[in-house]
């Protein structure tokens, strides 16, 4: 579907003014359809890379025929995600040509099926699994095999987001450490989806979370809540501007572990909490600063860094052993997109998950 999508993408941009040599129809173009057609869309698309509030832009999508094998899907949620803005941006490892439409999880609704498709039905609600960029729009038509059928009970802000985040932080517990019950880890970005997630899947297992967070107006009902989610400490950057962080950890073991997705300072005091041959993973980088390691945490702690990045995981063929928590986030209607793409670029301080509502 994504050469048809592309076609007739390239039809509605060419109306609003907007060319791409990527968008010429291949000789080979020949496919065998179905007499089932997709609604119009709405999709929020951008033509080239750079600042999201400035490139990316709502636009009418027109109907598309569905190939025998292929579902379309009326979406119901699609998240923003901090790697949805680096594609966007243009430094995203990975990332669709433009013209493009954003966004790479989301829940939505079967609204037509494909006539050799099998084993889904109108009305199911899915998910893209493994996920796939294009869901920031009403209307979704993928082959068959990306749609994973879940149960029609899930609220659909947690469906739109169940797989980048929390199966992250899963992995990100089970991958790296053996860690037991009575064990403790260390990271930073603590009020992050991901960060919330790992506190919650460390509390269900016995596991200790210490959390660093940046300081800000309000930190201390920060700390609250991430405690009532089942912090064991949470620690602003300032407060660890100590000789010796450990003293802090009252009963609380020192971590063999450490999660890292902001960079710079914060992912030193990671470091400085982490017991000997501890292991500090790194999965995102906020701050845009490098993480910089003394030469003694190497020698005398024998420390590790490590690595993580989802879509390899998902791309090794286990994608289907993630198929089969509550965290803080905000539906958004459609229409107000502009709004929640400002929060979720930070401009309006510190905001939930900010998920699109079709």
């Known amino acids: 579907m994504a050469t048809v999508r592309l076609v007739y993408l390239k039809a509605a941009l060419h109306r609003q003014g907007v060319t791409s040599p990527l968008f010429r129809r291949p000789n080979s173009a020949v496919r065998a359809f179905s007499s089932a057609i997709s609604p119009p869309s709405k999709a929020v698309v951008y033509d080239q890379h750079g600042p999201p509030d400035s490139v990316c832009k ?17 979406m119901l949620a699609a998240p923003i995600n901090p790697s949805d803005i680096n594609r966007i941006q243009g430094v995203y490892p990975v990332r ?9 999880e989301g829940v939505g609704e079967v609204y037509s ?10 009305g199911d609600l899915v998910i893209p699994s493994p996920p796939s960029s294009g869901t920031w729009q009403t209307y979704f038509v993928k082959e068959q095999s990306i749609w994973h059928k879940i149960d029609k ?3 659909v802000e947690y469906a739109a987001t169940i797989t ?16 037991k019950s009575g064990d403790a880890v260390v990271q930073n970005g603590a009020t992050s989806i991901v960060g919330q997630c790992i506190i919650q899947l ?19 009902e920060v700390k609250e809540k991430l405690k009532k989610l089942g912090a064991d400490e949470v620690f602003t950057e300032s407060q660890l501007e100590v000789k010796n962080v450990k003293s802090l950890l009252a009963n609380i073991p020192e971590p063999a572990l450490g999660f890292n997705c902001v960079g710079g300072n ?10 000997h041959g501890g292991t500090m993973v790194t999965y995102g980088g906020m701050s845009k600063k490098p993480v910089t390691v ?28 993630c198929r089969g928590s509550a965290t803080r986030m905000e539906l958004v209607p459609f229409d107000q997109f502009p709004t929640a793409l400002d929060k979720a670029l930070g401009k309006l301080g510190s905001q939930p998950k900010q998920v699109i509502k079709f």
């Open 202 to 220: 460390a509390r269900v297992r016995g596991i200790h979370t210490i959390n660093i967070i940046r300081d800000r107006v309000g930190s201390d």
């Open 113 to 122: 099926i494909g006539s050799a498709v099998k084993g889904l039905d109108k």
């Open 294 to 321: 003394s030469t003694s945490s190497f020698i005398f702690k024998d420390l590790s860094l490590r690595g993580f990045w989802l879509q390899k995981w998902l791309t090794s063929d286990k994608a289907k052993e």
């Open 153 to 155: 009970s899930t609220p």
């Open 266 to 275: 914060a992912a030193s005091l990671v470091l400085k909490f982490l017991k």
């Open 58 to 74: 709502v636009t009418e999508l027109p109907p598309v025929p569905l190939k025998d094998n292929e579902v379309c899907v009326r």
């Open 96 to 104: 669709p040509e433009v013209p493009a439409i954003g966004g790479y």
């Open 164 to 179: 980048v985040n929390p199966l992250s932080a899963l992995r990100m517990l089970e991958d790296f450490v053996d860690l």
